[in-house]
Structures are given as C-alpha cells and as structure tokens.
C-alpha cells in the first residue's frame, strides 16, 4: 500500500510552503519514522532562520490583500477545501494512522473533523456579526464590528497531526486572517500532505501567495513564533510546559495567545450509573488512541457500593483488548507515537508503584511479532489516591488510575483536584446528580458530559479548558472571535457635538 502517492508526497521533502511555492532551506533533516512498524517514511528539511523570516514577511503582504476579500468569498473558497479533503479521506486518513499510530478509524475520524469544520466555517463566513447599541447621546448611532488580527500562528501537536490545524486555520481564513503552521516534528508529514491539498485550492482560486504557510521546525521555530510581534495571534497546542512557555513569550509582547494544554481526565460512576454506558465511556476513553488524546480518560472515580462490580467488568474488559498493527481493523490499540513516550509510559509506572499504587492489570512493553517497532505497550489499570503526585500529572500513554468515592460531594472535590481543567464526566441515571455535576458547584473543566465519556467532541460546541489547560477555545460556538479584533463604532448624524456622561465644554 502506498500511502504516500496519492497525496503528493515524495521520499525526500522541503519543508517550508507559503501556500504556493515550496522554498529552500539550509535547515537540519528531519527523519520520520512510523511507529506502527518503526520504518523510515521520509525525511524533511527544516526552515531555516532566513527561510522563517521570508516566510513571514510573505504572510504580511498577503494579508494585506486577504482581508478585502469578502468574507462569503473565503468561505467559498474554505468549502472547497472541506471537498478536497472529502476526495482524499481515505489516503490522508490512512497517512494518519501510520504516521502517529492511532487506529485507521480514528485517523478517518480526524479528517471527518477537518471536513466539518470547513462545513462550519463555510456558514460561519456569512455570520460575522458585531451588535448595535443605543446611543446617551442624541443623533448618534453605536454599533460595533470585528476586523481579521493579522498573522495567526499554529503551533500544533502530534496526536491530532492534521484535525486541530484545520479547527485553527479554517476559522482564521473566513475570519480574514493569514496563518503560519509549525506541525509537530514528530509528524511532518501529514502536515505536508494537507499543505499540498490547500495549495492545489489556492492556486485554482488565485489565492495570494502567503496565506496559507506551513514551517517544519523543531523547538526553535516554535521560540521564533512566540517572540515574533508580526504575528499577532499564537494557537498552541500541547503539554503545560510548552504552553506556558508560550504563553509568557506572547503576553512579554503584547500579543494573543489561544492555549490548549494537557488534561487529566476523570469520569465520575455514581450508584445510580448504567454500568454498560460506564464501561465503553470508559475503555474507549482510557485506551483510545492509546491513550495519547488530550481527552483520554486518566482517572475513573467509582462509588464504593459498585466499585468492585465495575473493577471486574472493567478487567475482564481490557483482557479483551487487541493490541497491533491500528491499519488492521480488528486492532483496538496502536502504539505510542516513538520510544519517548514508551519510556514515560515506565517512568510512570515506576513513579505510581513507589507511592503505592496497586496494579489490577500489570503495564509492559510488547514484545514479538508485530511489536518490532517497540512502540506498543499494554493499557494498565492501578487502583491509587487521587493526592499521588503521578495522579496529578498527565501522562501520554494507556494508564488508567482508579479512585474509589462515597459522596457525590466527594467524588466532585476528587476530580477537581488536579491541576488540569479539561473534559469530565459523570455516567448516572439520576438527575439531581447531572444536574449537579453540570453547576458552578460541580466540574471545573471546559468540558462537562452525562452519560458519555471524556474523550472526543464535536466541532459546534467550542473546545478547551481551565486552569493549566490554559484557557483557550477553538472549534465551533463564537470561537471564532478570537481570530478577530473588536471594534466599537460611534456615528454622529447631526450638526451638534454633543458629549458622553453630559459633560460640557465650551469655549
């Protein structure tokens, strides 16, 4: 199967596009392995300092000329791209999948999402709507209106290569907006994959050069991003340690941030709890993806008079767990994106055992036939104290921590005390207990669901999170202001000046 062919892509890469051209650069190479089966796919070339600047300055003109066009024009334009992406689902789909390692649905699943936020946005582009106010003053009008920021910079991670890009940029462009994407270095190319499929749009369309711009980079090119005060919004998503440091660069110069960083997910089965629900919440929560979402299922919260019923529906459950190849439909678990991360995943579990964790299903690497790769590992359970200092850390990898509760009080106060504000859940057939759950006394996180799990969300509803998950929204509601500047409007249509409050001024 070659995944690569239909989407343009050749074995050796440049990695710098300015949404037309692809441009040289005296940048290092990055090499991408896959973690499926630990094969070499390609290798791209980095930007370079004097390449990121030309890039940018490129991204300033076109801005210039973007912001004219009207705004249904570049959601037309937007639409176009959501049926591009429909022509290549299945091959960018699958590039997914072998790139990062999830499963062959879910990488179809994340170019499902990129096509429905197109479907969004294309909508979006004829509702960009400011509001009218009523004068004090008599033969005034107030009104006020949003104008497209600029440059957008996209700083996006690994477990969603190409999904959170197309949140960002397809609500940037109908906003008027001009965008700089610096993928994960870990998958560079389903970032080029996408770069081409926009390019053959823009260029049909006669888009300036400079609006759509993609920079493989590492560290530095995302440090480059944050201090640089052309660009006027930075989108990044990825660990609290990254977002932070992100997020001090950008407010040192006065520019916007918009954040999404790392959660520590629980789900709340209360005695009242369909334990069918309960269980696939929280399987595909925890194991999903091999636990690499943003949104997995970190901690499950379980009233004591169930607690042991679920813990063996959930064991016998996860011993039922196919682990392999994610292209091959049968397999439920892929790897972990590289040997990093398998080394965190042991690095976590030795942390948990040393403050006292009991495990109910024993984590290891795989080992054989099929695991050459020495990226897949096996989903764990440990039953642990929501204080350990490894529950209060979020970890990228297949580990589920169970924590055992008496009230519902209790249960609330446990999964709002981590650092993380992200998605949460509550499984209960009682609706005083939803009811509470979704009140300012209950969750914290952005994101709060009844009878569904913590992980996965559709494009309408804006997505993001608290507390040190930094406070962002992108997607879908009126996320869609923070890729704008307001402006408020005051119109006189008389012949007199008079003044605000009833102030008076004569001379």
């Not at 179809?108 to 004068?135: K, N, P, W, Y």
């Not at 477990?159 to 907006?177: E, I, K, Q, R, T």
Request: net charge positive; charged share 20%; hydrophobic share 40%.
């Amino acid at each position: 199967m070659n995944i690569l062919s239909p989407l343009r892509i050749q074995a050796k890469n440049k990695g710098v596009s300015t949404g037309v051209n692809w441009l040289a650069s005296k940048g290092s190479v990055i090499d991408s392995y896959s973690p499926v089966d630990g094969k070499l796919i390609a290798s791209v070339t980095t930007a370079d300092k004097k390449t990121y600047d030309a890039v940018i300055e490129q991204a300033k003109q076109a801005f210039i000329e973007w912001r004219l066009t009207p705004a249904p024009k570049r959601g037309e334009i937007v639409r176009q791209i959501g049926d591009e992406l429909r022509k290549n689902k299945q091959a960018l789909g699958q590039l997914v999948s072998y790139e990062m390692g999830k499963s062959l649905q879910e990488g179809l699943g994340e170019v499902q999402e990129m096509i429905d936020i197109c479907d969004f946005a294309v909508g979006l582009s004829r509702q960009l709507h400011g509001l009218t106010m009523h004068s004090e003053r008599p033969g005034h009008r107030m009104y006020e209106q949003y104008h497209p920021l600029g440059i957008v910079g996209i700083i996006s991670a690994f477990n969603f290569p190409v999904a959170v890009w197309s949140w960002n940029s397809m609500l940037a462009w109908v906003c008027g907006d001009v965008c700089v994407w610096k993928p994960s270095e870990k998958t560079p190319l389903c970032a080029i994959a996408c770069q081409n499929i926009v390019t053959k749009v823009f260029k049909k369309n006669s888009v300036p050069e400079g609006v759509s711009n993609l920079i493989i980079g590492e560290r530095e090119t995302g440090e480059w991003m944050s201090n640089d005060k052309r660009i006027a919004l930075i989108s990044a998503t990825g660990s609290t340690r990254m977002g932070k440091a992100v997020g001090t660069a950008v407010a040192a110069r006065m520019g916007k941030s918009l954040l999404e960083l790392g959660g520590n997910n629980a789900i709340i089965i209360t005695e009242n709890a369909d334990l069918n629900i309960a269980l696939t919440a929280a399987l595909f929560g925890a194991a999903g993806t091999a636990g690499q979402r943003c949104t997995t299922t970190r901690r499950l919260i379980i009233h004591k008079k169930i607690y042991h019923q679920f813990k063996d529906k959930l064991v016998n459950a996860y011993h039922q767990l196919k682990i392999g190849n994610p292209l091959e439909a049968q397999n439920h678990v892929g790897p972990l994106i590289d040997k990093d991360a398998v080394n965190n995943y042991l690095n976590a579990i030795a942390a948990a055992k040393k403050e006292g964790a009991k495990f109910i299903i024993e984590g290891d690497v795989l080992k054989g036939r099929g695991y050459e790769s020495g990226c897949y590992v096996q989903p764990c359970i440990a039953e642990v104290k929501n204080s350990f200092a490894i529950v209060q850390h979020e970890t990228f990898a297949p580990i589920l921590y169970l924590i055992k509760y008496a009230t519902l009080d209790e249960a609330i106060a446990l999964q709002n005390d981590v650092p993380q504000g992200l998605s949460s859940s509550i499984i209960t057939n009682n609706l005083r207990e939803a009811e509470q759950f979704l009140s300012a006394a209950g969750s914290d996180c952005g994101i709060a669901n009844v009878n569904i799990g913590t992980s996965g969300a559709e494009i309408g509803g804006a997505f993001g999170g608290e507390k040190e998950t930094g406070g962002g929204r992108e997607s879908g509601s009126d996320a869609w202001k923070a890729y704008m500047r307001r402006q408020t409007n005051t119109i006189n249509y008389t012949d007199k000046l008079p003044l605000a409050q009833g102030i008076k001024f004569t001379v």
